[in-house]
């Protein structure tokens, strides 16, 4: 596949097919998004897929902000919790900032890991959506997440049972400016 098709062919999707999803090809495309760049080449990010019971108590029991996307989880064979290991992106060896951003370089870091996962997953035939909106602490809870990481985002991971249109983009004149 084409990195333009694939760029532009990805959707976030809501709505899986109960078709299994194997371990090892969730593995591949962690593997692929290791290629995702990141600051100093810290490589931070950490995925924690769920499945099975468990999964279901996620959706169900850590989306009350937002029950849309629990209801989306728990309909997908996989959910994959995205997180990075606090203290080291945006900073020295020392714990001090390099520049005025500091540790929310992390979130870039993470970004970028997600859109490499999110495409490679696509080139697999799969579908995702990243979630912004959760209920973090008890996420943390429930998963035992150590104090040492952050949960960034989550995105269910499963073959798609839609193929929703792109939504409309702005357009080159709006987003780039030369000087
Ligand atoms: C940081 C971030 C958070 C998002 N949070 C949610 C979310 O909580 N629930 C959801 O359904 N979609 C969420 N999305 C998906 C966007 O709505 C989606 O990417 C956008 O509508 C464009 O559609 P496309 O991904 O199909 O191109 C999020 C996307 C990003 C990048």
């Not at 019971?53 to 169900?60: C, S």
């Amino acid at each position: 596949m084409e990195a333009r098709e694939c760029i532009k062919g990805r959707r976030s999707i809501r709505k899986y097919s109960d078709k299994p999803v194997d371990k090892a090809l969730i593995e591949e495309i962690v593997e692929t998004a290791s290629y995702a760049p990141s600051w100093k080449h810290s490589q931070t990010i950490r995925y924690i897929a769920v499945t099975g019971e468990l999964k279901h108590k996620l959706a169900t029991e850590c989306f009350t902000s937002f029950p849309g996307n629990g209801a989306i989880i728990d309909q997908a064979p996989w959910a994959i919790l995205m997180t990075g290991i606090k203290g080291r992106s945006g900073l020295e060896r020392d714990g001090s900032p390099t520049n005025r951003r500091g540790a929310t370089w992390q979130m870039y870091d993470a970004g970028c890991a997600g859109e490499a996962f999110c495409l490679a997953a696509y080139e697999k035939g799969l579908g995702t959506v990243i979630m912004g909106i959760f209920d973090e602490d008890s996420i943390v809870k429930l998963l035992e997440i150590p104090d040492d990481r952050e949960l960034i985002a989550i995105t269910p991971l499963g073959y798609p049972d839609d193929a929703p249109q792109a939504p409309k983009r702005k357009t080159v004149e709006e987003l780039l400016e030369f000087k």
